[in-house]
């Protein structure tokens, strides 16, 4: 049971670069979000999506974009990294009353330079 | 804005000690609170309140909610260095945002 997946694990990017974090599950929850995690700073909600076809804004979506075309797919997309989008991101999925238990996936350390 | 504070930030205690962490918080519509231990990967989950005055427990491990005054607290009894780690509360609301709105964590340091 692969829960909720990751890629990459590590990436690199120059300043101005965009590059897309996939996130995928296979539990087929409906909701989905994605956190970043800064240090002194906990996880912070940049956006997450609640079906298909449904996405909002989190507390920190500036820089960030999203889609949710199916079920299992949430990719997050960096549009012009920037150094302060330096962080390690973790994507996360429920099920609708599921409570507020939510799984999370190994996270992705990213470094914009 | 949600809003949810745990206190401390860091604590680091002997082996075989007793602690207690603090989380309090503001959010509008509050549906529960969850405690997560994160070890240099992904948060995993410890557990989920959302009636006050209802001890979960779990091992050494255990929670309780109080609603009225708007905070919660882990406890850690027997404590042994695997439970070195940052212990995350977060809170979910029907305030907004579906995602969980989470606190800074306490950064806690068992020494053998």
């Known amino acids: 049971n692969a829960g909720v997946t990751q890629t990459p694990k590590f990436q690199v990017l120059k300043t101005g670069q965009s590059m897309t974090l996939q996130c995928a599950q296979d539990?087929?929850?409906?909701?989905m979000s994605w956190y970043r995690q800064d240090p002194g700073m906990g996880l912070r909600l940049i956006h997450y999506?609640?079906?298909?076809?449904?996405?909002d804004q989190g507390e920190v979506p500036n820089g960030y974009n999203v889609s949710r075309s199916t079920t299992e797919d949430f990719p997050l997309r960096l549009l012009s990294a920037a150094p302060s989008q330096t962080s390690v991101y973790f994507c996360?999925?429920?099920?609708?009353?599921?409570?507020?238990?939510?799984?999370f996936g190994p996270g992705t350390r990213l470094t914009v330079l | 804005e949600d809003k949810v504070v745990q206190s401390p930030l860091s604590l680091v205690v002997h082996e075989g000690d007793t602690v207690t962490l603090n989380c309090s918080y503001e959010?509008?519509?509050?549906?529960?609170l969850l405690w997560y231990k994160q070890e240099k990967k992904a948060p995993t989950f410890l557990f989920m309140l959302?009636?006050?005055?209802i001890e979960k427990k779990s091992g050494r491990l255990s929670s309780i909610l109080d609603k009225k005054e708007l905070f919660s607290i882990l406890n850690i009894t027997a404590t042994q260095t695997g439970d070195s780690a940052v212990y995350l509360c977060?809170?979910?609301?029907?305030?907004?945002?579906?995602?969980?709105?989470f606190g800074k964590g306490t950064h806690l340091i068992i020494q053998p």
């Open positions: 996360a999925s429920r099920a609708v009353g599921g409570g507020g238990t939510q799984y």
């Open positions: 539990m087929n929850h409906e909701y």
């Open positions: 999506s609640v079906g298909a076809g449904i996405t």
């Open positions: 959010v509008t519509n509050f549906r529960s």
């Open positions: 959302t009636s006050s005055g």
């Open positions: 977060a809170v979910e609301s029907g305030g907004g945002a579906d995602g969980l709105t």
